[in-house]
């Protein structure tokens, strides 16, 4: 129903990531499945990314994978990779969403990892919604896969 009110533009995107993630919460088993879930694109990583990450990065280095996704699994994918996780998730107190999404990552990437502490050294995306991200770093790639 969800992807119905989304379709027809009733929704926002964020609200529809919301309300997913609650109702799947509710699920008996979902843990489980998440789990396995994150399993799968770990596995569809592709090597190529891997590599130009691995080849940016240092031993002082925190490679962050900034999403839109739910945290529920993406948190799960990048714990395989050593990596950090920003993704969409509840506030503290759960009242609210958050979703990672457009503006809102460079919010939270400043908010969590401010620029005056960090150096902003790479970054990789796959979506041109992303370039204001991407302006903010020294190198940055906007990746397409067209394998």
């Known amino acids: 129903m ?3 009110f989304r379709k027809l533009r009733l929704i926002s995107l964020s609200a529809q990531k919301k309300y ?3 109702l799947n ?3 008996s088993g979902y843990h489980k499945y998440v789990k396995e879930f994150s399993d799968r694109p770990f596995l569809d990583i592709d090597d190529r990314v891997i590599k130009m990450v691995a080849e940016e990065s240092d031993k002082i280095t925190i490679n962050i994978l900034c999403t839109a996704s ?3 699994y993406a948190g799960l994918l990048v714990a395989k ?3 950090e996780c ?3 998730h509840f506030s503290d107190n759960d009242n609210y969403f958050f979703h990672v999404h457009g ?3 460079i919010r939270i990437l400043d908010k969590l990892y401010p620029k005056n502490k960090y150096d902003y050294n790479f970054a990789l995306s796959d979506s041109e919604g ?3 991200l991407l302006a903010l770093f020294k190198k940055s790639i906007l990746y397409k896969n067209n394998a």
């Open 81 to 83: 990779l050593d990596w």
């Open 86 to 88: 920003i993704a969409s």
């Open 130 to 132: 992303d370039l204001k």
């Open 70 to 72: 739910p945290y529920d």
């Open 20 to 22: 997913s993630v609650i």
């Open 2 to 4: 969800l992807i119905i």
């Open 103 to 105: 503006n809102n990552k």
């Open 25 to 27: 919460q509710k699920i």
